[in-house]
């Protein structure tokens, strides 16, 4: 079997496409599925997929210890923190990430990554208070966010962009596989071992990871040359932690003056960093991207969708464990009804784009879709039967499926190629964005109207200290009333983020709708040629 190529230049990623069966101009692939050529992209592919496995692992795992974590280091008033801190952490990453991968090329910056998210796991799972939980997690956010980033662009590396979205569909199979085993091996984890094997389950599967990484990615040679823009580094994680510290707060009691301080930090320290981007010679984030009409709507659509996806199913495993009664496994079966849809529609998705070249109908749709669910789950009840939130889940999960990939394939589509890892950086930053918002904006109403939800309710129940264990030893009248404080702090959340929904798929209603790999675009590829619209090699 011939070696991965040496370089990601043009012309080895046009031949690496050609081996995968598909021209660098976007035609259909002319190889038969059974061929070497196709087995060598596969065999490439392997390890970012199993690192890929390792992030999407390490968060569904320790969703469902959750509730259990937060009883026994004796944390609910920093329940958010734990999920927060990580995916700060991630968004501050990705741009850090995706341009780090084009100057200096894929390989090592993929490297680092799972190294870094190893290093977040040992320390996760040696954490003896919330506050070390909490700073393992984000020190993991900083890996898992460059590997989430580095995966996609090398997708788009190798793949052209007509065939990239069933090839992203595949890689995405290690995504939902771990989100399928999370919550079910989470459970079976906090029930048997303990919840700290949430973390140590993580250095196996890493540092096969790592090794396989090492192994079989491109010994990719730099693309451009020049320095890292530190100060837009800098300025992008004052802004971005201001803003996040600023929303989690708000119903946490900042004093006015921390409100003032923040508002401040967060609103100069973005002015600060447009500036600085305007001035860089290789910025963190390029403006220009940002003014094409595609990726500016396909982003903040992205993002808004984001909000809806994190902000539910973060909590939805604490929800199910202390509303339904549920054992952690059983949460997390009930949750593989979400993963289904979203695993078959991300699958249906893919091959619609393939054979038809769009990509713009799939996200509105899947818009609608989650809407229609998220309104559907807002009346649900102490009482409402398994079935029926499965259901309610499933169809959120198809909605989320039609949409998520196919915004990726539609962002760096309308990029040029020698910035495909920058944009698909930009990309996954604003979503983080809308991780961050839905993950702190819930997780903080929804603390702050269960601790009031419980002191009406169970005001003899040690809120800090509950446990879905302890719930199902209390007398069944009381478990019942913190049953009901949990429905009644998080039901309201689902109804307050159906427009949130509708507002994205207003946002894509707005995309050009045209066919992928179209040439003639400003500023897109010219993939007929194999090179940049402007006719610049890399």
Request: proline share 7%.
């Amino acid at each position: 079997m011939p070696p991965p190529p040496d370089d990601a230049s043009p012309s080895a990623v046009a031949a690496t496409a050609a081996a995968a069966g598909a021209d660098p101009a976007g035609a259909e692939p002319t190889g038969a599925g059974s061929s070497p050529s196709r087995r060598r992209l596969l065999l490439v592919l392997s390890a970012p997929a199993s690192a890929l496995l390792l992030g999407e692992l390490n968060q569904s795992v320790l969703a469902t210890a959750l509730p259990t974590v937060v009883g026994e280091l004796e944390g609910l008033d920093r329940l958010l923190w734990v999920n927060t801190g990580y995916v700060l952490a991630g968004t501050v990453a990705m741009p850090v990430a995706g341009r780090l991968g084009d100057l200096l090329g894929r390989r090592p910056v993929f490297l680092v990554s799972v190294a870094v998210l190893l290093l977040g796991s040992v320390l996760g799972g040696l954490a003896p208070t919330m506050e070390w939980l909490i700073a393992a997690r984000a020190v993991q956010g900083v890996g898992g966010g460059g590997l989430l980033v580095l995966v996609q662009a090398l997708v788009a590396d190798l793949v052209p962009v007509r065939r990239r979205a069933p090839v992203m569909s595949g890689v995405g199979a290690a995504f939902a596989l771990g989100a399928l085993l999370g919550p079910l091996l989470g459970g079976w984890l906090t029930e048997t071992v303990g919840w700290r094997w949430a973390f140590w389950m993580n250095v196996p599967v890493g540092l096969f990871a790592l090794v396989g990484s090492a192994l079989l990615l491109p010994r990719g040679r730099p693309r451009r040359h020049g320095p890292l823009d530190v100060t837009g580094v800098v300025t992008l994680s004052l802004a971005t932690t201001a803003a996040v510290l600023l929303v989690s707060g708000g119903t946490g009691g900042w004093a006015p003056g921390v409100v003032g301080l923040l508002l401040v930090a967060a609103v100069g320290g973005t002015v600060a960093f447009v500036l600085v981007e305007r001035r860089a010679t290789e910025p963190l984030i390029p403006l220009h991207l940002l003014t094409d009409r595609t990726v500016a709507l396909a982003v903040a659509a992205g993002a808004l969708v984001a909000v809806a996806m994190f902000g539910t199913i973060s909590y939805l495993p604490t929800y199910l464990q202390m509303v339904g009664g549920l054992s952690p496994v059983r949460a997390g079966l009930v949750m593989l009804a979400l993963v289904t849809g979203l695993g078959l529609a991300t699958v249906v998705a893919a091959q619609v784009v393939a054979r038809t070249g769009r990509a713009r109908g799939l996200p509105v749709l899947g818009a609608l879709l989650c809407a229609t669910a998220l309104a559907l789950m807002a009346g649900l009840t102490p009482g409402s039967s398994l079935v029926l939130t499965g259901g309610y889940l499933f169809l959120l999960g198809v909605g989320i499926g039609c949409s998520w990939d196919v915004l990726v394939v539609l962002v760096q589509d309308a990029a040029p190629d020698r910035e495909v890892g920058t944009v698909t950086a930009v990309n996954g930053f604003f979503r983080e964005v809308g991780v961050l918002a839905g993950t702190a904006v819930v997780g903080s109403v929804f603390t702050a109207r269960l601790q009031g939800q419980l002191a009406q309710r169970a005001p003899d129940v040690g809120a800090a200290r509950l446990t879905p264990e302890q719930v199902a030893g209390l007398p069944p009248e009381v478990a019942g009333q913190v049953a009901a404080a949990y429905a009644g702090a998080f039901t309201p959340v689902f109804a307050g983020l159906v427009p949130v929904v509708l507002l994205g798929g207003v946002l894509l209603l707005m995309v050009r709708s045209g066919r992928l790999g179209a040439t003639g675009r400003t500023g897109a590829p010219d993939r007929a040629a194999g090179r940049p619209a402007d006719g610049s090699t890399r």
